[in-house]
């Protein structure tokens, strides 16, 4: 159980895109998912946590303005990189947890802007 | 210093060893303790979650929390190849989502 899937693992795209990553939960209700991103051989930075038909919370240091959240649902966040630039370039991971219990991770997605 | 402090290894250990991973911390309102297994290029992926001083067994892995010595241990028993991978223990308190990172320990069984 507590399955997350986020998709897509990879893309690749020109400076100026704007990405859309999808994060879903598939056997559970997903009150809070979460953002992170990971540098390479670090530990998880959070970026942002969304409760569902609310306005994500951002942390410190995070232009909500380029990286837009939707959780419309309680199995599907979606995070969105708006004018993507190389400087964005990074592994994204969502995660997700019920009213109780821990956080469960997606696979990533390995954004990579030209 | 850090909340948690995580030894980064790289620890490298034969086939069948037995794996002492560890981490402390200095807040005491942390009551929720988890360990995370990542491989390389995937998500966390969730190992052991417990909330109370003592030991929890799951197959091969026993996670053991101290609260009076702010000290978590996970080990691992018979290890294997597939073992290798890097290890992230996280905590958090009641009042929050957020999770507190080590910042992970790196393991590698050799055939």
């Known amino acids: 159980g507590a399955v997350v899937s986020q998709h897509p693992s990879r893309v690749i795209c020109k400076s100026g895109t704007s990405v859309k990553i999808e994060c879903r939960s598939l056997?559970?209700?997903?009150?809070?998912m979460f953002w992170y991103r990971q540098f390479p051989k670090q530990s998880l930075m959070l970026m942002a946590t969304?409760?569902?038909?609310?306005?994500?919370?951002?942390e410190q240091g995070v232009e909500k303005d380029k990286f837009l959240i939707n959780h419309a649902s309680l199995t599907l966040s979606t995070l969105t990189v708006t004018s993507a630039h190389p400087e964005d370039s990074s592994f994204y991971i969502c995660?997700?947890?019920?009213?109780?219990?821990?956080?469960?991770f997606g696979d990533g997605t390995r954004l990579s802007i030209l | 210093q850090k909340e948690v402090e995580q030894d980064p290894g790289p620890l490298s250990v034969p086939e069948g060893a037995i794996v002492s991973l560890n981490c402390t911390y200095s807040?005491?309102?942390?009551?929720?303790f988890m360990w995370y297994r990542q491989y390389s290029r995937k998500g966390p992926e969730l190992l052991m979650y417990?909330?109370?001083?003592g030991n929890k067994e799951d197959g091969r892995f026993t996670a053991q929390v101290d609260k009076s010595s702010k000290y978590i241990s996970l080990f691992i028993r018979d290890s294997q190849p597939s073992d290798s991978a890097t290890y992230l223990c996280?905590?958090?308190?009641?009042?929050?989502?957020?999770?507190?990172f080590g910042t992970g320990t790196r393991l590698q069984v050799f055939p």
């Open positions: 995660s997700a947890r019920d009213t109780r219990g821990p956080q469960h």
């Open positions: 056997d559970f209700q997903a009150t809070t």
């Open positions: 969304s409760n569902e038909g609310s306005k994500a919370t951002y």
């Open positions: 807040n005491s309102a942390f009551q929720y």
């Open positions: 417990t909330y109370s001083s």
């Open positions: 996280a905590m958090t308190t009641p009042n929050t989502d957020k999770l507190i």
